[in-house]
């Protein structure tokens, strides 16, 4: 990988990561020489419109994928499990965003602005396969390393309110229906989602959490490398398009200054602090729709647990949450290697 523009893959090009992943390549300037679309046969042949170029959407083999520098992927754990060893083995940089490899001890799970040296093996090299966290995990460990390297978190309770299209298209789709009284039997999230709140996002586990919970504590330990962080979440699905919020109470060994707090996420990479509620300024979804910054307010000290900080934020689950960290990876490999 050599050259100065680069052949970029991506798998699930159609759907709604995929696409966000495309309007995202085009708004960072970053440089293609060629996107190839792929997906399911029923897709294939589909106009994918780039740069005021058209691609047509063809199906994943080893022969499209010796066509591609960089590959990024979304099209479920399934897929990936199938092609990403065969995009690695045909010679692609496969950036995956399902939760296929993610706690794969080989493979790095990577946050750019939390852990961007986990790209790149002992000999400088990167990883064949390189895994995006959940998007619920990738807006809370952008906030918590400042936090961890200052004043050294020792447990984070943190709460989710995800958007419908944590889902994709058919969560989007469900809610819309609702809305609009067409109430299927079969319920995409489970329940109802329109009007309402699910606590139940992905299957429950033998230990009571979901899984979803359970991505948060592990991938937010392997990705800051402290394998006993106390993480305690409960995630929840509620009915809005676009952004997920988290309520986190975070527990330092240090104890801290609130002022400070604000002035060193003010400063952090990935982070825009919105915290003025006497103006009734404070981060919304709305807030956050199609930006990739993770938005930070309501900061504010819990005064009923010693050294323990109260915050909430947001950030875009499609770009941030997916599209936007895989590009930012991406990024960091095409700055390394050339």
């Not at 590959?71 to 045909?90: K, M, N, Y």
Request: proline residues 5%; negative net charge; contains cysteine.
């Amino acid at each position: 990988m050599t050259h100065k523009a680069y052949s970029v893959a991506i798998l699930g090009a159609t759907g709604l990561v995929g696409r966000t992943m495309l309007e995202v390549l085009d708004e960072r300037d970053f440089p293609v020489h060629e996107i190839i679309p792929l997906a399911s046969e029923r897709s294939r042949g589909r106009e994918i419109k780039f740069r005021g170029n058209t691609f047509l959407t063809e199906v994943p083999s080893s022969e499209v994928f010796s066509r591609a520098d960089i590959a990024l992927f979304s099209a479920g754990a399934g897929a990936s499990r199938q092609w990403a060893p065969v995009a690695a083995e045909a010679g692609a940089i496969v950036i995956d965003n399902s939760s296929a490899f993610r706690m794969e001890p080989e493979v790095p799970l990577v946050v750019p602005e939390v852990n961007p040296d986990a790209i790149f093996g002992s000999d400088g090299r990167p990883g064949r396969i390189i895994a995006n966290p959940n998007c619920s995990t990738i807006q809370m460990v952008v906030v918590l390393k400042p936090l961890h390297d200052r004043y050294h978190i020792r447990r984070v309770v943190v709460s989710t309110y995800q958007s419908v299209t944590g889902k994709g298209k058919a969560g989007r789709d469900a809610l819309e229906d609702e809305l609009t009284g067409r109430i299927s039997e079969s319920f995409v999230h489970v329940h109802q989602i329109a009007f309402n709140a699910i606590p139940h996002i992905d299957v429950f586990l033998e230990n009571g959490y979901t899984k979803e919970e359970m991505k948060m504590v592990n991938e937010t330990r392997k990705i800051m490398g402290e394998e006993s962080l106390s993480i305690s979440p409960t995630t929840v699905r509620i009915p809005v398009y676009g952004g997920h919020g988290e309520a986190l109470n975070i527990e330092f060994d240090n104890d801290f200054d609130t002022e400070e707090v604000k002035e060193l996420l003010a400063g952090a990479s990935g982070i825009s602090v919105e915290d003025n509620p006497s103006d009734n300024v404070y981060p919304m979804p709305l807030t956050s729709y199609e930006k990739d910054e993770v938005f930070v307010g309501r900061i504010r000290r819990d005064y009923w647990q010693p050294k323990t900080l109260n915050m909430w934020i947001v950030a875009d689950n499609l770009r941030k949450g997916a599209a936007t960290n895989a590009v930012q990876i991406a990024e960091k490999l095409i700055e390394a290697l050339g």
